[in-house]
């Protein structure tokens, strides 16, 4: 691909979208999911939990990215 | 967040006939914008019957258990979100009947969109919108922009 030139940043991030249900944006759906999986792997407790509003269940949910973040420096520290 | 997972949990719902919306990240994935994500929402109707179908498909999906304590009493009741992990999947999947005063299942305009061979519903781009300007979160706010420059969406 040649070189693209842009306004503005914005402009650039318009860029990435794709055609709902082409198999280009597919394809980069999978890609993008597994990639996320493989540099930062989330650990979430398996089970029902309920929640009487969405708040709560974003409260809970930053707990455990709290953390598995915590774990990951932990290795990182470990590893050096 | 697992691409073939989501695919036949969603595969799954159409199957069994589960009244449901994707909303959330995920559709803005389908809407055409790849970003990661660690979660699947997903509107249901408040209908016993649905919630029954509902968890159906995902006991089609998970060996799990704790699929049966996925209630409709707490998801017309008092606890209209309840969040589902299966076991090992390393996601998790967010299922709403009411998101506060704001949204009901019954508000939000829907579309299908294909999933690779699979026609899900998703929420429409407008719907998103609306749905993500007010909140909090930084990443849900830079959807809400990125939606509207790209449907042309009318600033509210």
New interface residues.
């Given amino acids: 691909m040649g070189v693209r030139k842009f306004r503005d940043v914005?402009e650039m991030?318009?860029t990435?979208?794709?055609?709902?249900?082409d198999?280009e944006?597919?394809r980069?759906?999978?890609?993008?999911?597994?990639?996320?999986?493989r540099i930062l792997?989330?650990?979430?407790?398996?089970?029902?939990?309920?929640?009487?509003?969405?708040e709560?269940?974003?409260n809970?949910?930053e707990q455990w990215g709290d953390a598995d973040f915590k774990a990951f420096r932990e290795r990182r520290r470990k590893t050096g | 967040?697992?691409?073939?997972l989501t695919k036949r949990v969603l595969a799954e719902f159409e199957r069994q006939g589960v009244a449901y919306v994707v909303f959330g990240a995920v559709a803005v994935?389908?809407?055409?914008?790849?970003?990661?994500?660690?979660?699947l929402d997903v509107f249901v109707a408040p209908t016993r019957e649905n919630v029954e179908r509902l968890k159906s498909a995902l006991r089609a999906v998970f060996a799990?258990p704790?699929?049966d304590?996925?209630?409709a009493d707490?998801l017309l009741g008092?606890?209209?979100?309840?969040?589902?992990?299966?076991?090992?999947?390393?996601?998790?999947i967010?299922i709403?009947t009411r998101?506060?005063d704001a949204f009901r299942y019954e508000d939000l305009e829907s579309e299908k969109?294909?999933?690779?061979g699979v026609s899900v519903t998703?929420a429409t781009p407008a719907t998103l919108y609306r749905m993500k300007k007010g909140t909090i979160?930084l990443k849900d706010r830079a959807d809400a922009e990125?939606l509207r420059?790209?449907f042309r969406l009318p600033e509210e």
Avoid: C
């Fill in positions: 914005s991030e318009d990435l979208w794709r055609v709902p249900g198999p944006l597919l980069a759906i999978a890609s993008t999911w597994a990639f996320a999986d792997p989330r650990n979430f407790p398996p089970g029902v939990y309920r929640h009487r509003s969405i709560e269940a974003k809970l949910r | 967040m697992d691409y073939e994935n389908l809407q055409g914008l790849a970003r990661a994500t660690e979660d799990d704790h699929i304590e996925i209630s707490d008092e606890y209209p979100a309840v969040q589902y992990i299966p076991p090992q999947a390393g996601f998790h967010d709403l998101l506060g969109v294909d999933l690779g998703v979160r990125a420059r790209r």
